[in-house]
């Protein structure tokens, strides 16, 4: 079992979405947020230090059996890469996940899934 984290950018998110349900997967968590990648230089303005903002962001976590990660990492890198292959396009992760409780039966590895 694996666990993927994908950070993209908010107007893909439909497409992701859309592009996951074709890829036969259909349970997933979306929740905002905010970050930036590489560190852009600070700026000076009337004296003061400015920072680079936060960007608003989508986080998609995916719980997964083995044999849906590389069609579900396939699906999200077309839906979420831009056409000219931004930066900022976002980030995909893949984490091996230990176990996976169902609370209501108490089901547990990838049949909880």
């Known amino acids: 079992m694996k666990m993927i984290v994908a950070i993209i950018q908010p107007e893909k998110l439909e497409d992701v979405r859309k592009a996951l349900i074709d890829a036969e997967i259909f349970r997933l968590t979306i929740s905002r947020a905010s ?48 056409s000219d292959g931004a930066i900022g396009d976002g980030k995909i992760f893949v984490m091996p996940m230990e176990d996976c409780i169902r609370i209501r039966t108490g089901e547990r590895g990838g049949e909880a899934i």
């Open 35 to 82: 970050g930036h990648g590489k560190p852009v230089d600070e700026s000076l303005y009337r004296g003061q230090v400015f920072k680079p903002n936060l960007q608003p962001k989508m986080r998609i976590e995916i719980a997964l059996n083995d044999h849906f990660v590389e069609p579900a990492i396939q699906a999200i890198l077309e839906a979420a890469r831009k």
